[in-house]
Antibody, heavy 118, light 107 residues
Framework: QVQLVQSGAEVKKPGSSVKVSCKAS????????VIWVRQTPGQGLEWMGG????????NYAQKVQGRVTITMAESTGTAYMDLTSLTSEDTAVYYC???????????WGQGTLVTVSS | EIVLTQSPGTLSLSPGERATLSCRAS???????LAWYQQKPDQAPRLLIF???SRATGIPDRFSGSGSGTDFTLTISRLEPEDFAVYYC????????FGQGTKLEIK
């Protein structure tokens, strides 16, 4: 069964950056695109952005636009989410998910906890 | 920007009962791009329903989705113990956004 495997938990200082990776297990490849969603402690889900290599497009939520960059290394099938200028409000679990052509998040990774603290 | 409002915030029911969860959009959702997810504590969300009424692979048929335009419903026909969780609706495609969630708890 295909799984999405994300990189491990991170602790970061305010003002720094974090890069989270996401890769399909085994020889499986992410077919269409990847969506990133975050969840602050005890709160709901927030769509951050997505990448569709098949269309050569990326889209970001207005709230994080300018601070987030989503990329994909097509040779390895690994997606990355880079978030800069971190504040305590960025403390959250960050999820990646495979997306179909309509941007529907389908299969989710296990989540990566990013803690921003001085 | 579309806002998705889920109701109720918390729903208390017993196993075997029927659950009806609502998701209302502030504007009409085009092409029925509305999905429902289930999330249990310390787990990632799991896709249940897409295109408003299509069940995802492996989802039991006690889960059903309906609705169009601005009003959508997730129905669980007969609650099993493993169904108690938080449920989110999600508009995908253009201007993606999640609802705030409905917690389904055991009465």
């Amino acid at each position: 069964q295909v799984q999405l495997v994300q990189s491990g938990a991170e602790v970061k200082k305010p003002g720094s950056s974090v890069k989270v990776s996401c890769k399909a297990s085994g020889d499986a490849f992410i077919t269409y695109g990847v969506i990133w969603v975050r969840q602050t402690p005890g709160q709901g889900l927030e769509w951050m952005g997505g990448i569709m290599p098949i269309f050569r497009t990326t889209n970001y939520a207005q709230k994080v636009q300018g601070r987030v960059t989503i990329t994909m290394a097509e040779s390895t099938g690994t997606a990355y989410m880079d978030l800069t200028s971190l504040t305590s409000e960025d403390t959250a679990v960050y999820y990646c998910a495979t997306a179909n052509l309509n941007g529907l998040p389908i299969l989710w990774g296990q989540g990566t906890l990013v803690t921003v603290s001085s | 920007e579309i806002v998705l409002t889920q109701s109720p915030g918390t729903l208390s029911l017993s196993p075997g009962e029927r659950a009806t969860l609502s998701c209302r959009a502030s504007q009409s959702i085009t092409r029925g791009n509305l999905a429902w997810y289930q999330q249990k504590p310390d787990q990632a969300p799991r896709l249940l329903i897409f295109n408003a009424s299509s069940r995802a692979t492996g989802i039991p048929d006690r889960f059903s989705g309906s609705g169009s335009g601005t009003d959508f419903t997730l129905t669980i026909s007969r609650l099993e113990p493993e169904d108690f969780a938080v449920y989110y609706c999600h508009q995908y495609g253009s201007s993606p956004i999640f609802g705030q969630g409905t917690k389904l708890e055991i009465k």
